[in-house]
DNA sequence: GTCATTGCAAATGCTTTGCAGTGCC
DNA sequence: GGCACTGCAAAGCATTTGCAATGAC
């Protein structure tokens, strides 16, 4: 069983099989996938589930912090259920391929005092972009 | 004359009264209009512009490098006319403010050669985010 | 049995597109 | 005068919402 299901389980997550789909499909490493990716794979195993139910349970993922939504391009958001290590987003400029990356040092770091204009700056999120091995020779 | 539309001018740009009032609209610092917001501070100075002009002049913007598309939240873009000094973003996670900002030292190098997955790396944008000071008080 | 969760379909928000008319160079 | 640009309205995509039916606990 996948370490997210289980997580769930244990934080006394109601379960359907619904929502088992939608946690099984999001497990594995480097996985962003849109919601309608999410709604595809999970029809696969269960052909009845709604596109809505898919969008409600990535949405209360998120909001449990057991999943990421990653916003790469202003199309479709995608999920990644890496979310306790916490890294960053290297984008294939080409064919918008996405790996997880872990950069040197805090990013939070490189923003000085003097560039934060009176906020409480909790958080960064980096994006590197660049075409990947395939994109490259083609 | 604001820069931007001096720059637009010299490129031998086609020039309109709607593309100049859009021009217009995106001049000054600290400037992230979303395209509704644009068209609302067009239409004041020039009635009859439609919406869709408004996204044409944009995206044409965007595309001569003249002006910066960025995604926060995965709801309307923003532009950004602050295209030809590179800096990151400091974003209120509660109102949505927006600030430029220009960490130390270049993004880029934080990532180590064995986390580039063989892609040819040539960009990292940043989002910072915390509680702007109005959003801290209350 | 209760109440959260689901499915369906319609509605929404943002953006793009098709096409006839306008006006810049 | 030609052809790029504009306006309008309709289409498109991603996502959210309303509500009755279902099913987990």
Redesign the pocket.
């Known amino acids: 069983m996948s370490d997210l299901l289980e997580r769930l389980r244990d934080r006394g997550?109601?379960?359907?099989?619904?929502?088992r789909v939608v946690a099984e499909v999001l497990d594995g490493d480097h996985v962003h996938y849109?919601?309608?990716e999410v709604h595809a794979r999970a029809t696969a195993r269960?052909p009845?589930?709604?596109?809505?139910?898919?969008?409600?349970?990535?949405?209360?993922l998120v909001a449990l912090g057991e999943i990421i939504e990653v916003n790469t391009d202003?199309?479709?958001?995608r999920y990644d259920p890496n979310a306790h290590h916490t890294h960053q987003h290297l984008v294939c400029s080409g064919c918008g391929t996405m790996r997880d990356v872990h950069p040197s040092g805090d990013p939070l770091h490189a923003l000085p005092e003097g560039e934060r204009y009176g906020f409480a700056v909790s958080e960064a999120t980096v994006i590197y972009r660049g075409l990947c091995p395939d994109c490259t020779t083609s």
Do not use: P
């Open positions: 997550w109601r379960m359907t099989a619904q929502r849109t919601a309608d269960l009845e589930i709604a596109r809505a139910t898919v969008y409600n349970t990535l949405s209360e202003g199309r479709a958001k």
